[in-house]
């Protein structure tokens, strides 16, 4: 081995090819699956546990129009305080993401009961009728004031206890269209009345 190269590698195992600071602290401020997802009762106050993956949370009728389940989240990584959300549904059978698609907020994370947390944030579902009983699965970022982002995801069965179905449309709502949610009809919205 010539000498640069012998030089070169016994400076690189003595730390000078680690990355520079700034580097190390951008990953240390990026931790996967510290975030967990949970459910909230009906008041969307408490913690209702989904590490079981096989939950069940009853979809409510709101003044969205439609449905919502909620949805609650804590992580021990988290500053209380500000926190910028992000967060997608996706039926695990077919991997089509549920309407409405991506809900982005900044909300408040409470200090007490630890972890930081945060309970009741409403997951928006238009077609309740055409996902209830599928099991659905939540991701979701957040982001504290300190820069420091966690991910993560659950599981859950929502059920339409609440809801009246008649077919796939929304309850009190017969204007609007439903997506199939089947594999490889991703981007097909029909009527309702015609599913």
């Known amino acids: 081995m010539p000498r640069f190269g012998a030089l ?3 400076l690189c195992l003595l730390g000078a090819c680690s990355p520079t600071s700034e580097e190390a602290d951008a990953d240390a401020n990026v931790e996967e699956h510290l975030l967990e997802l949970g459910g909230s009762d009906n008041s969307g106050k408490t913690w209702v546990d989904w590490s079981s993956g096989d939950a069940e949370a009853e979809m409510q009728p709101g003044p969205q129009g439609c449905c919502h389940v909620w949805v609650s989240m804590r992580s021990p990584a988290l500053k ?3 926190v910028k959300l992000s967060m997608e549904m996706f039926l ?3 991997g089509v993401r549920v309407l409405r698609g991506e809900l982005k907020l900044t909300s ?5 009961p630890a972890p930081a947390h945060l309970f009741g944030v409403p997951g928006f579902i238009d077609c309740p009728c055409a996902v209830g009983g599928r099991l659905l699965r939540v991701q979701a970022t957040a982001t ?3 820069g420091t982002q966690v991910k993560g995801e659950g599981t859950f069965t929502p059920s339409v206890s609440a809801v ?3 077919g796939a449309e ?3 709502d017969t204007c ?4 199939a949610y089947d594999v490889g009809q991703a981007n097909s919205i029909v009527p309702c009345d015609k599913q």
């Open 8 to 10: 070169g590698l016994l």
């Open 80 to 82: 209380p305080g500000k």
């Open 92 to 94: 695990v059978d077919s």
């Open 108 to 112: 408040q994370f409470k200090a007490e």
């Open 144 to 146: 504290d004031a300190n």
């Open 164 to 166: 009246t179905c008649t």
């Open 170 to 172: 929304a309850p009190g």
């Open 176 to 179: 609007i269209k439903c997506p």
